[in-house]
Nanobody, 121 residues
């Protein structure tokens, strides 16, 4: 089994910064893409940023220039540095990873439990 544990959410004022971290542990042979999603009340979950195993990245347009995703392939962690936060960034943020487990031939998607980010105006 694989577990993803997030940390770093909280309450911040408009224009502030937060750093989210996610650590993957368990039966891990390799990890392909790692990503952060978010879900605001009454809205669908959306992809915020993704980082591939080759370190290439993609961001949703609304966070480009403000958020930075990074990963540590030795520690199996992925971080999301969020700067210039806006009230519309308020959401529960979820970590996601595509993991190949030992004795498995296919990658499987795993999710963290979510961490609340609230940006006050």
């Amino acid at each position: 089994q694989v577990q993803l544990v997030e940390s770093g959410g909280g309450l911040v004022q408009t224009g502030g910064s937060l750093r989210l971290s996610c650590a993957a542990s368990g039966n891990i042979a390799s990890i392909n893409a790692m990503a952060w999603y978010r879900q605001a009340p009454g809205k669908e979950r959306e992809l915020v940023a993704v980082i591939n195993s080759d370190a290439s990245t993609n961001y949703v347009d609304s966070v480009k220039g403000r958020f930075t995703i990074s990963r540590d392939n030795v520690k199996n962690t992925v971080d999301l540095q969020m700067n210039s936060l806006k009230p519309e960034d308020t959401a529960v943020y979820y970590c996601n990873a595509a993991v190949l487990s030992h004795y498995s031939s296919t990658y499987k998607a795993y999710w963290g439990q979510g961490t609340q980010v609230t940006v006050s105006s």
